[in-house]
């Protein structure tokens, strides 16, 4: 730590050598992780994209955010590992502030960009009265836009406030920008990044209580159906005995009400489909980003020791597994996608026969 917070009188007399050297394994999660991510995001945002173009009543704009934010994570991991395989090589210390700066920046959209969708997945549920689709896209953006602005804000705070820029090269890690101020920037970072997830946690409760709610309405509007249809047969067969006057107007007024619930029915069961999908998206965040951001905080608060760089860096390589994850839950779970990258794959096919 010394080190990395020595500041020289001269260019000459400056040593900053570090000995946590990559292990093989390090080197090798780099280049599959971060180029798997790439490589399959690409496609996916692609499929997302032409099922737009083959249905534009399909609403996949959070979709196709989603593996935007997750191909930038695979992108943005290079620059910082990259100099974790040579620790000993310098770069100007603007240069390792930037290369950190954008990852930290990048991870908080992502997760940003998750808690959008639950946000936006718990109000849509939550008041299927609303005309949602129609205004979709321009509530999303302005939610969107909030969390951008919040990621934004907290990443520049959190940088410019806490780190040290200098003149000198450095060999790059959290250490040589933050220097004595490491714990503060561990809290903040894991606070954010934390935050974040609490909302997200609030959301799936309130998404879970409305399918909850949902389904126990659609099976008391089962069991209400099938009571009037055995009501119905046995004023049938009394009519048959002793005819009564109907009521035309009460026939109108139930068959307008039932032709009104119908697609609200129908559409809160298609998104309750749909938010099984968001839910395993999710899941999958939890399980691999959980552990990055909890590390921080408990480093911050010193409830857990000095992290190793090699420890640090196998979480970040862990936090992209879950943008590599992404698109094939999305994918292989809507069908509108599904259809797109069957019928792609399928004309590549016939393109190499031919």
């Known amino acids: 730590m010394a080190n990395a917070c020595y500041i020289p009188s001269n260019a000459s007399d400056y040593t900053d050598y570090d000995t946590d050297i990559a292990p093989?394994?390090?080197?090798?999660?780099?280049?599959?992780?971060?180029?798997?991510?790439?490589?399959?995001?690409?496609?996916?945002?692609?499929?997302?994209?032409f099922t737009k173009l083959r249905n534009t009543e399909t609403r996949n704009l959070h979709l196709l955010i989603l593996g935007l934010t997750d191909l930038l994570v695979g992108l943005s991991l290079f620059p910082i590992l990259i100099t974790f395989i040579n620790p000993n090589s310098k770069i100007s210390?603007?240069?390792?502030?930037?290369?950190?700066?954008?990852?930290?920046?990048?991870y908080f959209t992502s997760l940003g960009q998750t808690c959008v969708i639950c946000i936006d997945r718990a109000f849509l549920l939550a008041r299927p009265s609303w005309i949602y689709t129609s205004k979709y896209a321009r509530r999303y953006f302005k939610m969107l836009s909030g969390m951008l602005l919040f990621t934004f804000l907290s990443t520049t705070l959190i940088y410019f406030i806490l780190g040290?820029?200098?003149?000198?090269?450095?060999?790059?890690k959290l250490e040589s920008i933050?220097?004595?101020?490491?714990?503060y920037f561990s809290t903040s970072a894991g606070f954010v990044a934390t935050s974040i997830q609490c909302v997200i946690v609030i959301c799936c409760i309130i998404i879970i209580i409305v399918l909850q709610r949902h389904r126990r309405k659609l099976l008391t509007q089962v069991?209400?159906?099938?009571?009037?249809?055995?009501?119905?047969?046995?004023?049938?067969?009394?009519?048959?005995?002793?005819?009564?006057e109907s009521n035309p107007m009460s026939h109108d007024t139930e068959?307008?009400?039932?032709?009104?619930?119908?697609?609200?029915?129908?559409?809160?069961?298609?998104?309750?489909?749909?938010?099984?999908?968001?839910?395993?998206?999710?899941?999958?965040?939890?399980?691999?980003?959980?552990?990055?951001?909890?590390?921080?905080?408990?480093?911050?608060?010193?409830?857990?020791?000095?992290?190793?760089?090699?420890?640090?860096?196998?979480?970040?390589?862990?936090?992209?597994?879950?943008?590599?994850?992404?698109?094939f839950i999305y994918c292989f779970r809507t069908p509108e996608i599904r259809v797109t990258m069957h019928n792609g794959i399928s004309k590549l096919r016939a393109l190499c026969k031919s």
Not at 93 to 102: A, G, K, N, P, Q
Not at 165 to 170: A, G, R, T
Not at 258 to 273: F, I, W
């Open 24 to 49: 093989m394994w390090i080197r090798v999660g780099v280049v599959v992780v971060g180029g798997a991510t790439v490589l399959v995001n690409i496609p996916a945002i692609i499929a997302v994209i």
């Open 93 to 106: 210390h603007t240069s390792c502030f930037l290369r950190i700066y954008c990852f930290t920046f990048i």
């Open 164 to 172: 040290f820029p200098k003149s000198h090269k450095v060999s790059c």
């Open 178 to 183: 933050f220097c004595e101020n490491m714990d």
């Open 223 to 244: 069991g209400h159906t099938l009571n009037t249809d055995t009501t119905s047969e046995g004023t049938t067969t009394n009519q048959v005995q002793r005819p009564k």
């Open 255 to 327: 068959g307008s009400r039932e032709r009104e619930r119908k697609p609200t029915t129908l559409r809160m069961s298609a998104e309750s489909k749909s938010t099984l999908t968001i839910m395993f998206i999710i899941i999958n965040l939890f399980i691999f980003a959980t552990p990055l951001n909890l590390g921080f905080l408990m480093q911050g608060l010193h409830l857990l020791e000095t992290t190793s760089r090699t420890t640090r860096h196998a979480m970040l390589i862990l936090t992209t597994v879950n943008s590599l994850i992404n698109p």
